[in-house]
Nanobody
Framework: VHLGESGGGSVQAGGSLKLSCELS??????MGWFRQAPGKERELVSM???????TYTDSVKGRFTISRDNTKNTLYLQMSSLKTDDTAVYYC???????????????WGQGTQVTVSS
């Protein structure tokens, strides 16, 4: 499945951005958003399961909201109260799984840059 992201950009701390990820077709699997900052490992920011169960990494709880619109084959990530530490390339991912305790996915978007300035 092809994943096309949009919505990244530059914003000041405290601002908001909404990322979108359009899938080329419906796929019935767990979806997620990952991010990778320079010099850091990729991390799973949020995931939404096929059953609608949602998880967030601790650093974004209360600030980010993941959602999925199956009628539009689109995954979203609403980001609010952004911090400079949120600066990273954000990746949409389909069919999230864990291997050796580390999250990964079978399909990835191309990534979209989010830059938060102070």
């Amino acid at each position: 499945v092809h994943l096309g992201e949009s919505g990244g950009g530059s914003v000041q701390a405290g601002g908001s951005l909404k990322l979108s990820c359009e899938l080329s077709r419906y796929i019935n699997c767990d979806m997620g958003w990952f991010r990778q900052a320079p010099g850091k490992e990729r991390e799973l920011v949020s995931m939404i399961s096929t059953a609608g169960i949602i998880t967030y990494t601790d650093s974004v709880k209360g600030r980010f909201t993941i959602s999925r619109d199956n009628t539009k084959n689109t995954l979203y990530l609403q980001m609010s109260s952004l911090k400079t530490d949120d600066t990273a390339v954000y990746y949409c991912a389909a069919c999230v799984y864990y291997s050796g305790g580390r999250p990964s996915a079978t399909d990835w978007g191309q990534g979209t840059q989010v830059t938060v300035s102070s």
